[in-house]
């Protein structure tokens, strides 16, 4: 998959719910992630 389409992914998913940058009110770690509500249910159904 090419980094532009990887980018995308990821900031549809950020716009719509599913994730959030880990710690982002505290500066961020580069790379993690947090499920937000819709990213929680959808792992769980996977």
């Known amino acids: ?3 532009n389409r990887m980018e995308k ?3 549809l998913c950020k716009r719509r719910g599913f ?3 880990s710690s982002e009110i ?3 770690l580069n790379g993690a ?3 937000g509500p819709l ?3 959808l792992k769980r159904n996977l």
Request: proline share 0%; charged share 15%; hydrophobic share 45%.
């Open 1 to 3: 998959m090419s980094d």
């Open 9 to 11: 992914i990821v900031a």
């Open 19 to 21: 994730i959030f940058q």
């Open 26 to 28: 505290y500066g961020g």
């Open 33 to 35: 992630w947090d499920y």
């Open 39 to 41: 990213g929680a249910e």
